[in-house]
T-cell receptor, first 119, second 113 residues
Framework: DAKTTQPNSMESNEEEPVHLPCNHS???????IHWYRQLPSQGPEYVIH???SNVNNRMASLAIAEDRKSSTLILHRATLRDAAVYYC????????????????????FGQGTILTVHP | NAGVMQNPRHLVRRRGQEARLRCSPM?????VYWYRQLPEEGLKFMVY????????ESGMPKERFSAEFPKEGPSILRIQQVVRGDSAAYFC???????????FGSGTRLTVV
């Protein structure tokens, strides 16, 4: 699996924008950039994903570098509910498995970035 | 449209007993994934199933753990002869297929005493 690198933790104040960076220098052409977040005591929650172009949805925006070796998740106005662990994950859109029986398209979680939001 | 349903939410087992964790995927989702999260650690992939088939079990411990996703009914993760080290949160996710996003359940928190 292609690896991602994220800061261990970040802090923000409520109502301010938050930019969460992710480096993925070994990204391949079939890899989509996915972001999930996990609130305390809950299961992970899908946030956004993209391939090459910047993406916007009601939760966040995803800015992808032109060379695709890095991306940034943008929360436009942080709220206390946004305090969570944010995971940047590269995920192939290929189906099937490799010779070792490992599926191409599964999500592999790293350590993520712990986001603290201050009132 | 209910999300991914996992039950029970909390499960307590004595060492040596069996634990059965259930996961009902979202309507229209035929792909199920199980993850384990040990206390203070990240999510680790365990197994990926499609109806009646195990697609990828590369993250499953070699002994005591098994998973199934029958044609009818929920997916089951079974842990035989549980030990204290099995205490963790077990999350299930479902999707329409490899190119689609995952929807996770709220998890089952297993405590082995």
């Amino acid at each position: 699996d292609a690896k991602t690198t994220q800061p261990n933790s970040m802090e923000s104040n409520e109502e301010e924008p938050v930019h969460l960076p992710c480096n993925h220098s070994t990204i391949s052409g079939t890899d989509y950039i996915h972001w999930y977040r996990q609130l305390p005591s809950q299961g992970p929650e899908y946030v956004i994903h993209g391939l090459t172009s910047n993406v916007n949805n009601r939760m966040a925006s995803l800015a992808i570098a032109e060379d695709r070796k890095s991306s940034t998740l943008i929360l436009h106005r942080a709220t206390l509910r946004d305090a969570a662990v944010y995971y940047c994950i590269l995920r192939s859109n290929r189906g099937g498995t490799n010779a070792g029986g490992t599926s191409y398209g599964k999500l592999t979680f790293g350590q993520g970035t712990i986001l603290t939001v201050h009132p | 449209n209910a999300g991914v349903m996992q039950n029970p939410r909390h499960l307590v087992r004595r060492r040596g007993q069996e634990a059965r964790l259930r996961c009902s995927p979202m309507k229209g989702h035929s792909h199920v994934y199980w993850y384990r999260q040990l206390p203070e650690e990240g999510l680790k992939f365990m197994v990926y199933l499609q109806k009646e088939n195990i697609i990828d079990e590369s993250g499953m411990p070699k002994e005591r753990f098994s998973a199934e996703f029958p044609k009818e009914g929920p997916s089951i993760l079974r842990i035989q002869q549980v030990v204290r080290g099995d205490s963790a949160a077990y999350f299930c996710a479902s999707s329409r297929g490899p190119g689609y996003g995952y929807t996770f359940g709220s998890g089952t928190r297993l405590t082995v005493v």
